[in-house]
T-cell receptor
Framework: EAQVTQNPRYLITVTGKKLTVTCSQN?????MSWYRQDPGLGLRQIYYSMNVEVTDKGDVPEGYKVSRKEKRNFPLILESPSPNQTSLYFC??????????????FGPGTRLTVL | TQLLEQSPQFLSIQEGENLTVYCNSSSVFSSLQWYRQEPGEGPVLLVTVVTGGEVKKLKRLTFQFGDARKDSSLHITAAQPGDTGLYLC???????????FGRGTSLIVHP
């Protein structure tokens, strides 16, 4: 089954404790991205990657890091989480990232709470 | 960052009613997509429109892209409880790989 998986689905942590949210897709997609979804603010893109070893900032990259060492994986790293990073996070992938016309496939989401 | 304004923000209707959701911007988009998101899940793509004035139908859902490619609408005929969810529009402009999402319209259809 074609899918995007994220782990963990739920995470409660404390300020300053480094964490990684994993994302994996099995569709051989080149383009992957991370979003955060907050009430009243909608979906905002954090980082995206056009291919292996190619990453770039989205609208809200501060406080986050990403890496793309393999085509299928695109982990999101919070080196020193803060309470304002409490949010619902989605990973997404699409075949080429062609501007706006590709289908983006979203993972099930990771709900992160930073105390 | 370009803005996409969605209205209404919330909609609660009875089964069988018709409804329209709007997505508006002052900017021109090269394409616009509509997604539906159910609780506890990620958004799922419903449709992509790319041509000004384009109309696409998906069963009881009708999507329209404005002539000037600055706005779009989603019309649902005879809504059913299974249509309940958050409807998101997302626009892309020619020079950016960063799609702009609207804040969403939360629809509840009561049996």
């Amino acid at each position: 089954e074609a899918q995007v998986t994220q782990n963990p689905r739920y995470l409660i942590t404390v300020t300053g404790k480094k964490l990684t949210v994993t994302c994996s897709q099995n569709m051989n997609h080149e383009y992957m991205s991370w979003y955060r979804q907050d009430p009243g603010l909608g979906l905002r893109q954090i980082y995206y990657s056009m291919n292996v070893e190619v990453t770039d900032k989205g609208d809200v990259p501060e406080g986050y890091k990403v890496s793309r060492k393999e085509k299928r994986n695109f982990p999101l790293i919070l080196e020193s989480p803060s309470p304002n990073q409490t949010s619902l996070y989605f990973c997404a992938s699409s075949s080429t990232g062609t501007r706006g016309t590709d289908t983006q496939y979203f993972g099930p989401g990771t709900r992160l709470t930073v105390l | 960052t370009q803005l996409l304004e969605q209205s209404p923000q919330f909609l609660s209707i009875q089964e069988g009613e018709n409804l329209t959701v709007y997505c508006n911007s002052s900017s021109v988009f090269s394409s616009l997509q509509w997604y539906r998101q159910e609780p506890g899940e990620g958004p799922v793509l419903l449709v992509t429109v790319v041509t000004g004035g384009e109309v696409k139908k998906l069963k009881r859902l009708t999507f329209q892209f404005g002539d000037a490619r600055k706005d779009s609408s989603l019309h649902i005929t005879a809504a059913q409880p299974g249509d309940t969810g958050l409807y998101l529009c997302a626009g892309a402009s020619g020079g950016s790989y960063i799609p702009t999402f609207g804040r969403g319209t939360s629809l509840i259809v009561h049996p």
